[in-house]
């Protein structure tokens, strides 16, 4: 099973690639102008001055790294198969033969583990939950499941400080972690998150994917790079969940859509593939179906 999970990794910690030969939009994504370009025809009877005066097509090249260097391309699918269609909106994704039947008809906690340890040993495969305390993982997975109180939605961060398992369709887990970054939380818990959690994430072999959480309505956060970081270094797949993209008012700093560049552009400088990412909302729904639709491709791919 590790063999298989490291086969999914796409987000190894190595120096950035060179710049991208295209100007991106609000989220740093310029795929359909990339892709469309470079794979529409030109009119043969268009002359050469008219042609020089629009917009050139970008080289090959140039979209197969973007390809390659931006986007999350599952497996099953080659990087120079990738249309502007294939990509999840609202993200990154690119959807690939695995991706299957995300519906969730039932869900049921079945445990709280102290320690990884203690957690199921059934085999089935899961994805865990992780993020700063008050980031919205108890709001997402109520999302996710379209059920309320499944997970404690509390209005004190850091109140979760077990591995909380929820089997969903009696065939894979939601694993809701323990919060970081709360000063509120007794002093034993905040001493023994980082090596009990990390013992989770280094020694749990049905572990699919973290969705780590990213609260886009505020800037960047140093915790939750060095948090992605030490993922990435330690080979666990992982997607960034943008939460709170809701939260359009600029009227206390930069809009989520700019928070979410500003979280890319300092990612990337430690990752030569960008992870998965997707943008969401526990209050609209956005982007619920479309990661449940790529937890599915993993989850499918990690099950064969």
């Known amino acids: ?31 359909p102008t990339l892709l469309s370009h470079s794979t529409r025809r030109r009119n043969p ?21 973007f390809v390659r ?27 690939g033969p695995y991706a299957g039947d995300a519906r969730i008809r039932e869900v049921e906690f079945m445990k709280s583990s102290p320690r990884a340890k203690d957690c199921p040993k059934d085999g089935r495969p899961e994805f ?7 980031v919205g993982k108890s709001s997402l997975i109520n999302a996710l499941v379209r059920k309320k109180e499944v997970a404690l939605t509390s209005k004190k961060p850091g109140k979760t400080q077990l591995i909380n398992h929820f ?22 818990a905040q001493m023994n998150w980082s090596a009990f959690t990390k013992g989770y994430f280094l020694n749990r072999d049905t572990l699919v994917a973290v969705l ?44 989520p859509d700019e928070n979410i560049r500003d979280f890319q ?18 209050v609209t729904g956005l982007g619920r179906d479309e990661l449940l639709r790529h937890m ?6 990690w099950d064969q």
């Open 1 to 31: 099973m590790l063999v298989l999970r490291n086969r999914m990794l796409a987000s190894l910690v190595l120096p950035p690639p060179s710049p991208l030969l295209c100007k991106p939009t609000t989220f740093g994504f310029c795929l």
């Open 45 to 65: 009877t268009q002359n050469a001055s008219s042609a020089s005066k629009t917009t050139q097509s970008p080289p090959m090249a140039d979209a197969a790294r």
């Open 69 to 95: 260097t931006v986007l999350f391309v599952p497996p099953g699918v080659e990087p120079d198969e990738v249309t502007d269609e294939m990509v999840l909106p609202g993200s990154n994704i690119v959807v």
């Open 128 to 134: 865990a939950i992780l993020g700063r305390s008050n």
């Open 167 to 188: 089997l969903v369709n009696k065939s894979w887990y939601i694993v809701d972690l323990p919060g970081y970054g709360f000063a509120k939380a007794p002093d034993a």
């Open 212 to 255: 780590l959480l990213i609260d886009a309505s505020v800037p960047p956060q140093k915790i939750d790079l060095d948090c992605a970081n030490w993922l990435g270094r330690n080979n666990i797949p992982m997607t960034f969940v943008f939460t709170k993209c809701d939260k359009m008012k600029a009227s206390k700093g930069k809009r």
């Open 265 to 282: 552009q300092l990612i990337k400088q430690n990752y030569r593939q960008h992870p998965a990412w997707i943008m969401t909302s526990s």
């Open 296 to 301: 599915s491709q993993l989850r499918n791919y």
